[in-house]
């Protein structure tokens, strides 16, 4: 054939085929969905200290480990209330001159997912310890530590956010462990990841390949599995062995709340949070916003009431219900 | 007897290395290791290292003394005749000779002598026990620096102490090895008396005719010109080709380079360069790929922010593709371009060009990503504009040049090569434009630009110039043609429509249309159809030239290049299923399939082009033992690279399917990160077998070089005399 003969017509067929795929393929998706999608009405755009805390997470790679986007599938429901949509990205333009726009989606989840983060763990006493070293709270994470958004003073004035440190990782160091701007802008980022919900009346994305033994046992309290919730809602401040962290998290080994009778102070903490104890950082209300039903939050009391030594009775998940009408009667005045 | 010890012991390792990870496996929860670099841990390294020196010196003394013992409880059991007519069997013709000539003598005038025996013995058994007792000893006081070990102050005093300790230890190890040899060969010589003895006792006739009987038969010899008459035997075609003589063949021998018309040597340095560069890249590349792979499993070995693990990922993944892969590829490109169009390349000048822009991209972005610079967290597109337009300039100079040289070809068609090189740069131009314009990067419009140019990166620059150079050299290495010219047409036109369109399976259930990713899956499934034309193509060419493959240490890597481009293609296609990607996508799965296809065909490809490109440059050749070292580790450490990482990622899916906590999935991964870590050490030492191998193709040994100075001299004379 006399055109695969001839490279200006090879070639310049090539390039075109290709062109024209790429246009179909890429260009015209991409253009297409800037032009339709919006940011939703609950939207709000990040904050200085937020979008100063997005720069350092781009720059140093947090991308690389941690994804930010719920798929529409079962598997991925503990990283949000419903699946990301377009329009959860639509806000984001180029960053600057030189980088450009940052979705950070992600490609591989060796660390948690993290679109709703600000949701799970909005503690800023706990982000800043796992900050200066993940291995503090979570004894199996792999994450890097990023000692150097921090400092050491030897004397910290009333403005510094001290971080309480455990000795075993000060290696020496001398003073107290005060977290630099960069690291409260970082923590201010990540307490910003929360989903915002979709407008009234518009159908919210199913969650697809559901499991079906999930479904089966759905309603049956028995089928709760207290140690798991408390693993995915609780341990990383709590710690596995239920001792919590000195200076930051209280034990729940032995503690008057987790063992007494004041039941409805142990769900209002739960579900509403607590901040009573200046010796320790503020507990945020994780029940709420993870929505736990009265079926979990019983899981979750029975699993802390009888293990690490701790023999306090059961409850019924009737009970709790009771109590969390109660309660939430009392937040609607 | 040194060589079965190296064999017991290198056994030993060997279990002990498949054990420790299985027994982790095993243990179930595993932590990531505390270990970060200080002065202790270092101190502590190299005492372990010691204690395993002087363990194995030890055994090597023990090893030794049984020897001995051996020899000696030989001799006082075999019964003396049979020993000794043994050894007059082993008697060679002069050696007969001379004792027919001494026993005729004796028989004249008879005469007797006498010997000596064994004396030492007690002592050798003396000397065991102290090595021994020694062995136990230092064994015991390094047992006592392990409860100490956490005070430095102490393991330096001990460290102190040990190093006379040391040393005595080595003098004394090398005495007694000494005085073992020494015994032995008094031992030996003594053996050696006691036979003379018995062989001066010899007299009678019977045993002078059958040693002469002996003589004869070991005497008789062809006259080698049963078969061939008397003619004088030439090599009138030239078909004889004396090897160098070399020692044990300790690798079988493999075919020589072909010589081939001389090359332009300008044309040579250029090549020479870029393949240097290169390997330079890989080396630097897969140093930090290492050691990445070791903070998965002792996550606090540095906190520096410049080697951070977000930082310095990019690092590793952006320096083997455009320092190592585009580097290698363009010089073998440089090589494959002006020869299939029978031409010399258009311009050097833009060749040089296009290196230094490359490398400098290369260094620069390096630079940049560490100190925290980077374009927004697309993977392989971290490095700012800027650089990347360093990159993008070097691949236009180097398109033109490519395009001119084709132009002024003196072939009628173009060959098959230059389709596929000179489109691959075509296009990675393209999706290096689209995926730097600012034009429809804002929200989702930055995702399907990623999924697309991550994809086509791979699959329109890598891949598609790498087959290029394969139907270039794989052909020229067999020494046959391509098996079918129609059959690339068709993979080349069906890679273009298929892999163009599959980007986006790397984004499958996100919020990019549901429509998009239905076009990728089926795209990747279409894939099928190039990847079997090409692996067909590359099979069919072998056909009948299988038996090369055992003469040519080049074809192996074009073989493993070939079985990954089909298998780790299809690897591909099956990952960008639904199914597959709840199972296996954000798990290291997705590292494994790249590790397999980067690596298994790209980086095997590049090495086999190497290997045969660069001895008709330069006219040298690598040792075959040291390329043999390369291949093997590199296969080897990739299998165990990649296997224990697709076998944990699938456990670890099938966790996160069952709604099991997050931290469990990583806790279970350890072992086989911990695997991983391993492999890559193999294939990491196996990149410093390929860059000695490389000094060993480009720097002139001056030894080799004798006949050529020799002629050279020859020829001066002769000028001389003119």
Same mark, same amino acid.
């Given at each position: 054939m006399e055109f695969l003969n001839n490279h200006k017509k090879l070639f310049t067929a090539a390039f075109l085929f290709f062109l024209l795929l790429t246009v179909c393929v890429a260009i015209m998706p991409a253009i297409n969905n800037q032009q339709r999608n919006a940011p939703l009405p609950g939207y709000t755009p990040l904050s200085d200290d937020a979008r100063k805390g997005k720069s350092l997470f781009v720059a140093n790679g947090c991308v690389a480990c941690h994804t930010q986007q719920v798929r529409n599938v079962d598997m991925d429901r503990p990283w949000g209330r419903r699946p990301s949509v377009a329009a959860d990205y639509a806000g984001m333009t180029r960053m600057d001159f030189w980088r450009n726009t940052a979705t950070l989606m992600g490609t591989g989840r060796t660390g948690p997912d993290l679109t709703d983060v600000g949701n799970r763990q909005p503690s800023l006493e706990w982000n800043l310890v796992h900050l200066f070293n993940p291995r503090i709270v979570v004894e199996a994470s792999i994450m890097p530590a990023y000692p150097w958004l921090f400092q050491f003073k030897k004397k910290p004035t009333e403005a510094d956010v001290v971080v309480n440190v455990p000795e075993a990782y000060l290696k020496?160091?001398?003073g107290k462990i005060v977290a630099t701007d960069e690291a409260l802008q970082l923590v201010a980022y990540l307490q910003s990841l929360k989903q915002v919900?979709?407008?009234? #009346?518009r159908p919210t994305p199913e969650f697809l390949y559901a499991r079906e033994a999930a479904k089966k046992e759905g309603t049956a309290s028995e089928a709760m599995d207290g140690a798991l919730l408390y693993a995915t809602h609780c341990q990383s401040c709590h710690q596995t062995n239920g001792e919590g962290l000195p200076g930051a998290f209280p034990s729940l080994k032995g503690s008057s709340v987790v063992g007494g009778d004041n039941l409805e102070l142990y769900v209002d903490i739960?579900?509403?949070?607590?901040?009573?104890?200046?010796?320790?950082?503020?507990?945020?209300?994780? #029940?709420t916003m993870m929505e736990l039903t009265a079926d979990e939050v019983a899981a979750i009391i029975n699993h802390e009431r009888t293990s690490w030594g701790n023999a306090a009775q059961e409850v019924t998940p009737e009970e709790i219900k009771e109590i969390m009408d109660f309660l939430a009667m009392g937040a609607n005045k | 007897m040194g060589s079965k010890l190296v064999k017991t012991t290198s056994s030993v390792g060997g279990v002990a290395l498949a054990l420790w990870p299985a027994v982790l496996v095993a243990q179930g929860e595993m932590r990531p290791f505390t270990f970060a670099f200080d002065v202790n841990a270092l101190v502590i390294l190299i005492l372990l290292s010691i204690l395993v020196l002087m363990f194995f010196l030890a055994i090597w003394l023990l090893h030794r003394i049984e020897a001995i013992k051996h020899v000696w409880g030989g001799k006082r059991s075999e019964g003396r005749d049979a020993k000794y007519g043994k050894y007059i069997q082993q008697l060679d013709a002069y050696q007969i000779d001379r004792l027919i000539t001494a026993i005729r003598k004796k028989r004249v005038a008879k005469r007797k002598r006498g010997s000596g025996a064994l004396r030492n013995v007690p002592l050798v058994i003396l000397f065991s026990a102290i090595s021994i007792t020694t062995m136990g000893q230092r064994l015991d006081g390094n047992k006592v620096v392990g409860t100490l070990w956490g005070e430095a102050g102490i393991i330096i005093t001990i460290a102190l102490l040990l190093i006379p300790i040391l040393a005595g230890f080595f003098i004394m190890v090398g005495k007694a090895s000494r005085i073992l040899k020494q015994y032995r060969q008094k031992m030996q010589s003594g053996e050696a008396e006691a036979f003379a003895d018995y062989l001066s006792h010899v007299e009678d006739e019977n045993t002078e005719g059958e040693l002469l009987e002996r003589k004869q038969a070991l005497d008789y010899r062809l006259t080698n010109a049963e078969l061939s008459g008397t003619?004088? %035997?030439?090599?009138?075609?030239?078909?004889?080709?004396?090897?160098?003589s070399s020692g044990l063949p300790f690798v079988a021998v493999k075919k020589k380079a072909q010589k081939r018309p001389n090359i332009d040597p300008k044309l040579s340095k250029l090549i020479v360069w870029y393949l240097v560069a290169a390997t330079f890249w890989l080396l630097f590349g897969t140093t930090v790929g290492q050691y990445l792979g070791i903070k998965f499993v002792a996550p606090d070995i540095d906190q520096l922010s410049w080697l951070s693990f977000g930082r310095l990922r990019p690092v590793h993944t952006n320096m083997v593709f455009w320092g190592w892969a585009s580097l290698g590829m363009l010089g073998l490109g440089y090589y494959v371009v002006p020869h299939v169009s029978n031409v010399g390349i258009s311009s050097l000048k833009k060749g040089w060009y296009s290196f230094y822009l490359i490398n400098a991209a290369v260094v620069l972005g390096t630079l940049s990503l560490m100190a925290g610079i980077n374009n927004g967290g697309g993977e392989y597109r971290e490095y700012i504009w800027p650089i990347m337009a360093l990159f993008g300039i070097g691949l236009i100079i180097t398109l033109l040049n490519f395009l001119q040289t084709v132009a002024k070809r003196t072939t009628r068609e173009i060959y098959i090569s230059n389709w596929y090189i000179i489109s691959a740069v075509i296009f990675a131009l393209v999706i290096t434009i689209v995926a730097y314009a600012p034009w429809w990067q804002d929200g989702l419009g930055e995702t399907i630009i990623q999924g697309y140019y991550m994809h086509q990166g791979v699959g329109m620059w890598f891949m598609l110039f790498m087959l290029g150079v394969v139907y270039y050299l794989l052909p020229q290495q067999l020494n046959r043609p391509i098996y079918s010219y129609s059959l690339g047409i068709l993979a080349f036109w069906t890679q273009i429509l298929f892999y163009t369109v599959i980007g986006t399976h790397h984004f499958v259930f996100s919020a990019i249309p549901w429509w998009l990713q239905t076009v990728a899956i089926v795209g990747s499934v279409g894939m099928v159809i190039p990847v079997a034309a090409g692996t067909a193509n590359f099979l069919m060419t072998f056909k009948g030239a299988w038996y090369k493959i055992k003469d040519s240490y080049t074809l192996p890597f074009f073989l493993i290049g070939i079985v990954f481009y089909f298998t780790g293609s299809l690897q591909g296609t099956a990952e960008a299923f639904r199914y597959t990607n709840l199972l296996w996508h954000f798990t290291d799965?997705?590292?494994?399939?790249?590790?397999?296809?980067?690596? /298994?065909?790209?980086?095997?490809?590049?090495?086999? /082009?190497?290997?045969?490109?660069?001895?008709?440059?330069?006219?040298?050749?690598?040792?075959?033992?040291?390329? /043999? %070292?390369?291949?093997?580790?590199?296969?080897?450490?990739?299998?165990?690279?990649?296997?224990?990482?697709?076998?944990?990622?699938t456990l670890k899916g099938m966790m996160w399917m069952d709604g099991k906590p997050f931290i469990d999935g990583v806790s279970m991964m350890m072992p086989y990160w911990l695997w991983r870590a391993i492999g890559g050490s193999l294939m990491w030492l196996s990149h410093l077998f390929f860059a000695y191998n490389m000094y060993k193709m480009l720097v002139v040994d001056r030894a080799l070089d004798i006949r050529e100075a020799a002629i050279q001299q020859v020829a001066k004379d002769d000028n001389k005399t003119n």
């Open positions: 020496g160091g001398e919900a979709l407008p009234d #009346g739960i579900m509403n949070g607590y901040d009573a104890r200046p010796e320790y950082g503020a507990m945020p209300g994780i #029940g | 003619e004088t %035997a030439a090599d009138r075609m030239g078909i004889i080709n004396i090897r160098e799965f997705t590292v494994a399939h790249s590790h397999l296809t980067m690596y /298994g065909i790209i980086s095997f490809f590049l090495w086999a /082009g190497i290997y045969a490109l660069v001895p008709r440059l330069t006219g040298r050749e690598a040792p075959q033992s040291t390329v /043999g %070292a390369h291949f093997w580790l590199a296969l080897i450490g990739l299998m165990f690279y990649t296997i224990p990482l697709m076998y944990g990622s």
